[in-house]
């Protein structure tokens, strides 16, 4: 990936005013009802499409969609709606423990703390970080792939590992921005600002970006 410099404090605020005017109210692909099934959704979501798993979570929520009726429905059961993931039989332990560790210590209810999440089973940093942010209105930053990428690749947040990238974007994003930061960059890198053929052409924010390489329009 080629570095970019980084990019000025002006130019991330300017950012995020294009981004929201494009998109004002940002918000997860995943399909969720709860914090529960958002939970549950971004557990599944690791190396896989957010299609995918809403495509999965459709027959398996149906089936059940509370730690009860999770644990009720068992590894296999749940193993068998979410068999088109990849990963699916650890994945379908993980949802299986996670459900049983909800009910056995937070009386069925996902906790709004970030300790309590990543001790349950598949939750690592990222993933507590959407369920902060999507089920809580925690103002945290998930950063995947595409954040990632995108962070990089502007100069908004350079860093050589996940964790320096959100450190980066929590330091250096405004305020105001940080509660819909992740979606509006996630969404960004996977539709515009994309890994292999990035759309510079009609990108919203091509003009603070600090990448060097702007790809032309394609044809």
């Given at each position: 990936?080629?570095?970019?410099r980084?990019m ?34 971004v557990?599944l ?11 999965a979570?459709?027959g398996?929520?149906a089936?059940a ?6 644990v009720g ?11 088109t993931?990849g990963?699916?039989?650890t994945?379908a332990?993980?949802?299986h ?10 009386g069925g ?8 999440l ?5 939750v690592?940093?990222?993933t507590a ?7 809580f ?6 950063v995947?792939t595409h ?7 502007t100069g ?6 996940p ?15 940080k509660?819909?930061a992740?979606?509006?960059l ?7 600002c ?23 329009p394609?044809?």
């Open positions: 990936m080629a570095r970019s980084k000025k404090l002006a130019h991330i605020e300017d950012c995020f005013e294009r981004l929201a005017a494009v998109l004002p109210e940002p918000k997860t692909e995943l399909d969720y009802r709860d914090p529960y099934t958002l939970l549950v959704a557990v979501s690791a190396q896989a499409t957010d299609v995918g798993v809403n495509r979570t459709k398996l929520y089936a969609d509370t730690p009860q009726a999770m429905l068992g590894v296999d059961g749940i193993a068998h709606h979410i068999r993931i990963l699916f039989n994945k332990k993980n949802v423990r996670l459900s049983e560790i909800l009910l056995e210590s937070h209810v996902v906790p709004d703390d970030r300790a309590a990543e001790a349950l089973p598949g690592g940093r990222k970080n959407v369920v902060l942010n999507e089920a209105g925690h103002p945290t930053i998930a995947d954040i990632f990428r995108v962070g990089n690749r908004m947040a350079p860093g050589k590992t964790d320096a990238v959100e450190a980066e974007l929590v330091r250096r994003v405004p305020d105001a921005w509660k819909g992740h979606h509006w996630i969404l960004h890198g996977r539709y515009v994309k890994a292999r053929k990035p759309e510079c052409w009609r990108c919203t924010i091509a003009e603070f970006c600090n990448y060097r390489d702007k790809a032309p394609a044809g």
